[in-house]
């Protein structure tokens, strides 16, 4: 079996093993690709007969050249770089993996806020430049600095991520609100459900952990932005579309939103004329949330189930049954 991995640097830059699938099977590993749609991506393929993609998109003409294709394992949830629909009419499944980022990115997310709540990292370059050493007073900062305790977030997605993110701003003393299309009795025992207006304009923090759809798209627009509070924080590491980045941008330097920490932005990788790169007070990290050993350890283990399961007639986690 014929197994070849497309992208395979940003799951494991050296620091993990592909000897789980290279005991499934005969294992070509690519550092990277191609991000776009490209003939590259055929001719890396070849007559593998399991494709194992990051985020090199795997399209219906790819597809078509690489008649061996039997199994697509995606490295990572979200599934949209590959033609999963086309797949399906193919008899080709695609497998996902479906939960390992709990921990990491709610974790994540609330690094974004204490961040923007303290600029830690702004202030401690200035020290090493010697600010504080040639400093006239005590201490000095150089932002306004905000608690947390007794502030209200609220949580857009309310799932696994979304919860678990809850649970910590709880250990800080905030208040959790929820919007959800499915609430549940899990997600009461942490905060409580709103409707997303009502979310607008209570909360001193929103944060993002929905997943993308069409009717979700540009949700964080110049109108939903009117709704909220004057000064609100926004935090968004599920996906850069849950944004329109230039009415964000907008509102960031009128100072209707005080600060954003994003680490998603609509495409990756940034484009320089982003205009969230020259916005006020936006702190944008490189789509890391995702990234700690632990968690891509989780997604190794799982994509090596995910192929195993396949080979024994049993596929699991496949997205497009």
Not at 60 to 76: E, Q, S
Not at 233 to 238: G, K, M, V
Not at 253 to 279: F, H, S
Request: with cysteine.
């Amino acid at each position: 079996m014929k197994i070849t991995v497309l992208d395979g640097y940003t799951e494991n830059p050296g620091d993990l093993s592909w000897e789980g699938l290279e005991q499934l099977g005969e294992v070509t590993v690519y550092d990277r690709t191609s991000y776009e749609e490209s003939p590259l991506i055929a001719e890396r393929i070849g007559n593998a007969e399991i494709v194992v993609v990051n985020k090199t998109p795997v399209s219906r003409a790819t597809l078509d050249k690489c008649p061996n294709v039997k199994l697509i394992a995606v490295l990572a949830t979200g599934y949209n770089v590959v033609d999963h629909a086309y797949a399906k009419e193919k008899g080709i499944p695609v497998v996902n993996v479906p939960t390992y980022g709990t921990a990491s990115v709610s974790q994540f997310s609330i690094a974004l806020l204490l961040e923007v709540c303290h600029h830690i990292g702004h202030h401690s370059d200035s020290v090493h430049a010697g600010r504080w050493a040639d400093n006239a007073d005590w201490c000095y900062w150089d932002h306004p600095l905000i608690e947390l305790e007794g502030k209200t977030i609220g949580i857009i997605g309310f799932g696994r991520i979304g919860q678990q993110e809850g649970r910590i701003a709880k250990a800080l003393g905030m208040n959790v609100i929820a919007y959800d299309l499915y609430p549940n009795d899990r997600g009461r025992e942490i905060g409580t459900y709103v409707e997303l207006d009502e979310l607008y304009a209570a909360a001193d923090v929103i944060t993002l952990h929905c997943n993308l759809t069409p009717e979700n798209t540009g949700m964080i627009n110049k109108d939903s932005i009117a709704k909220m509070k004057d000064g609100v924080i926004l935090i968004n590491n599920a996906r850069g579309q849950l944004i329109v980045e230039q009415d964000v941008a907008d509102a960031l330097n009128a100072g209707k939103i005080a600060a954003a920490g994003l680490d998603v932005v609509y495409t990756e990788p940034i484009r320089a004329d982003n205009p969230l790169l020259g916005a006020k007070n936006c702190i944008i990290t490189p789509h890391i949330s995702w990234a700690p050993k632990e968690s891509r350890r989780r997604i190794m283990d799982t994509t090596v189930a995910n192929v195993r399961a396949f080979l024994a007639g049993e596929p699991v986690n496949v997205v497009n049954r």
